[in-house]
């Protein structure tokens, strides 16, 4: 986890001055380290994508998207299994 970060100025001076997008910013860190546990307890490979606050907008954005997509269908495969089993009761 000695990873240096990659944030420009703004942000870095947005993130020192502002108590609100400090505490987010934390909370976002502490969230993707234990993704990053779980990922490792279960063996999986280690995620290679770079921290989200590290990102540029389009970067940022891309991924939030990208994410969405992916929350979505999950719940759409978990409603459409929900119905077959309630179907075949």
Do not use: N, W
């Not at 934390?26 to 990922?39: G, M």
């Not at 490792?40 to 997509?69: I, M, N, Q, T, Y």
Request: charged share 45%.
């Amino acid at each position: 986890m000695g990873k240096s970060k990659k944030t420009d100025r703004s942000t870095e001076e947005l993130l020192r001055t502002d108590r609100t997008l400090r505490l987010l910013a934390e909370r976002i860190t502490y969230h993707e380290a234990k993704l990053a546990e779980e990922r490792a307890a279960r063996g999986e490979e280690p995620s290679r994508e770079r921290p989200f606050l590290s990102l540029s907008d389009e970067e940022r954005s891309e991924v939030a998207d990208r994410k969405l997509r992916e929350r979505i269908a999950y719940h759409e495969a978990k409603l459409a299994e929900e119905r077959a089993a309630s179907a075949g009761q």
